[in-house]
Every structure is written in C-alpha cells, then in structure tokens.
C-alpha cells in the first residue's frame, strides 16, 4: 500500500498507464494520427536501397530518399521503409 495516499501500488500503476495511454493518445480518435515519428528514430534510419540520409517531409507524413527518388510513408507514427511501398518522386 502507498503510505502517501492510502492507494496501493497497483492502483498506482494502473493511474499511471492510463496518464501514459492518454498522452498518446489522438484528440480525435477518427484522425490518422498524423503524429511527427521520434526524431532519434528518423536519426537512425537511411534509405533500405541506397543507405542515403532521409529527409522527413511533415507536410506528406514522408520520409524522402533524392539518391533513390522514393518517399517512404509514414502511417500512425510508423515509417514504412519498404520499396514496394514507396511512392516513386517525379523528375
């Protein structure tokens, strides 16, 4: 049992994964949760065909590769670095 508040731990836990599910949660749950992926993460990753640096495009929810001219989506917070995926860039 907390000695703070008379809550036991569990409860405690459990108020603190509700306070955490509800940071990441959407405001809107129908929205696509168009959300900017970590940036350590977008740090990390390179194009899976050239192993270029990629440019994240925030307006597209894309990460873009100009050395292979692909822009790899990004779905719920989720880059999708697979080729197939990837939308070919014009020009």
Known sequence: MSQSDGRSDAELDHD???AAAA???PENP??????R???RLLELLVCPVTKAVLRY???RQELISEKARLAY???RGVPHM????ARPLAG
């Open 16 to 18: 603190a994964a509700a």
């Open 23 to 25: 940071a990441v949660r």
């Open 30 to 35: 129908d929205e696509d949760m168009a959300e």
């Open 37 to 39: 992926p970590d940036r």
């Open 57 to 59: 495009d925030s307006a």
């Open 73 to 75: 989506p990004i779905r």
């Open 82 to 85: 697979v080729p197939s995926e």
